[in-house]
């Protein structure tokens, strides 16, 4: 048997309804490629925009988004894992959400954050891995990739493959030495672990900085099997032969 999955790399708008009809269009095509699973960037759903993360009703918006983002995975029978900000009381989360063809979910509150989100966002608590068919899949966002004692603790619990949803927005500059590191890391976590990485980017510009791309799969040993450029939107693919055992 074989099961395809995927991560988007995809440039993130000014509004939630937007970004989510984009989302929506990545479902459809993941969807005419055979993906069974696809990963989507660090809050590709919300953005950074103070004045949605600060709004009162945050997470109306991202509730009415979810529920219809997950209803198209129901009608595609795909699975979507994507980014988004999330308000628990007067707590701001950079979460990311596993949304199940069958209505179920799945949450994870980012660990480790950036320095400039630490004004910002609450540091998440549990590490998340949840059940693909026969894969056990672990997820993380962003920084949480210099951690490797969390990819190890996701490695422990079972985790064979390993999404990590990345928003890497710099100044011009900083954004350009820091990509060799951001490639650097996903493939150490995948070689100190033997399990699949998959990287998936926002591109662009977003609030003055700007993101680079370069999504990524990396397998157990290391090999870069695919890659996205600088610049474009793009979809990479994986394709795993699993027993039917």
Known sequence: ???????????????????????????????EQGVSLIGFPEMCLT????????????????????????????????????????????????????????????????????EPEEEFFCSGKDPLCFDFGRLKVGVMICRDQNDPLLAKTLREQGTELLLILSAHYYAPKVARWKVEKNRALPIARAVENKMYVLLSNTVGGHLNL????????????????????????????????????
């Open 1 to 31: 048997m074989v099961t395809k999955l995927a991560v988007a790399q995809m440039a993130i708008g000014d509004t939630v309804e937007h970004n989510a009809r984009k989302i929506g269009r990545f479902l459809d095509m993941a969807h």
């Open 47 to 114: 953005g950074y925009h103070t004045s949605i993360l600060s709004s009162a009703d945050l997470n109306d918006q991202v509730e009415e988004a979810l529920s219809l983002l997950q209803h198209r995975c129901k009608t595609l029978n795909i699975v979507a894992v994507l980014g988004h900000g999330w308000k628990d009381g007067y707590a701001l989360y950079n979460r990311a959400t596993v949304l199940l063809p069958e209505n179920k979910r799945f949450i994870y509150n980012k660990i480790n954050l950036a």
């Open 210 to 245: 700007v993101s680079l791309g370069n999504s990524l799969i990396v397998d157990p040993d290391g090999c870069v099997v695919s890659s996205a450029g600088e610049s474009e939107e793009s979809i990479l693919t994986l394709s795993l032969r699993q027993s039917a055992g």
